[in-house]
């Protein structure tokens, strides 16, 4: 199947209402990453899932770390009920399309900062589609350890500024640094940002790669950034970008085999089981979820539809009653 996406595919209620018209050259370089519409049609489409094996309560080792913004969880691996599906020789977790139907169900309003202020959110939409690429690229080099509003608003004074290769690169440190303070280590991005717009001017004449690998290869350019910027500059699904959020919430639901340490340990394990015509959504929906309800620290549990099938959710009870 084509990985190139249609612009019919990515319009929200509220996207299509209030910004279709200005968006519409952003539109033509993203995809429906931004999608969410329920696809429950799919679902039935899908082989039915075997419960094979529900194992008694016992103790699970405690030493893991997921990172350091969720660390206060670990004790709470305790008193695991686990029940697991097997389909052939493929693991997934259970319940695991309940649950993201609840998750649809949670985020079908549209209320988390991803929603208004996301990185498909950054750049200009009069800009030619080759700015757009390029502020969409540089939109996620400043998400990255930063609040979606933080990083929205240093994108919109770098628009207003001018924001394209060759200015930025006219731009001295100082004030390029004071445009997009308070960022998460802006210094370190201004640097990055310098050094990648260079590379794009010399190497791609001024837009970004089209390939996963030469993103990657960008200063300050990650897994996770690589893939969104795939599917939001160039339409295409390279891979599920995982963040904090996803990280989390995929350990929290055990969304992987055993818990991951690493974002991109998260990533592997997730494409792994993960039916692929769901990854273009998953990184949006599982983002806003942990935006307002499976908070990284005191995740609301009790307004969650998932907390009576939810492990973390039971094991966090028991903990409490102890
Ligand atoms: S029940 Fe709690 S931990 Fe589980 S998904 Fe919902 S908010 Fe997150």
Known sequence: MSKKLKFNT?????????????????????????????????????????????????????????????????????????????????WMPSNWETILENIKEMRKHQTAPVDEMGCHKCADPKASAKVIRYQSLLALMLSSQTKDQVTHAAMQRLNTYGCTPETIMG?????????????????????????????????YDGD?????????????????????????????????????????????????????KTPEETRMTLEEWLPKDLWSNINYLLVGFGQEICLPRFPKCEECLNKDICNFSKKDRARKKA
């Not at 050094?195 to 190497?203: G, P």
């Not at 690998?213 to 996770?224: D, I, N, W």
């Open 10 to 90: 990515i319009a929200t209620s509220r996207f299509s209402q209030s910004d279709s018209k200005n968006n519409e050259s952003l539109l033509t370089t993203t995809s429906k990453y931004f999608n969410t519409t329920n696809d429950s049609s799919k679902k039935t489409e899908r082989k039915r899932r075997v419960h094979v094996k529900i194992k008694s309560e016992e103790i699970e080792d405690t030493s893991h770390s997921i990172d350091s913004e969720i660390k206060y969880e670990e004790s709470q691996h305790v008193a695991v009920k686990e029940e697991e599906t097997q389909v052939g020789d493929k």
């Open 171 to 203: 731009t001295p440190d100082d004030v390029l640094g004071k445009l997009i303070y308070p960022v998460g280590f802006w210094k370190t991005k201004v640097k990055y940002i310098k050094k990648t717009s260079q590379i794009l001017i010399d190497k």
């Open 208 to 260: 970004i790669p089209k390939t996963l690998k030469e993103l990657q290869q960008l200063p300050g350019v990650g897994p996770k950034m690589a893939h969104i910027c795939m599917q939001v500059a160039w339409g295409e699904i390279s891979g599920i970008g995982v963040d904090t959020h996803v990280h989390r919430i995929c350990n929290r639901l055990e969304w992987v085999k055993k818990p991951t």
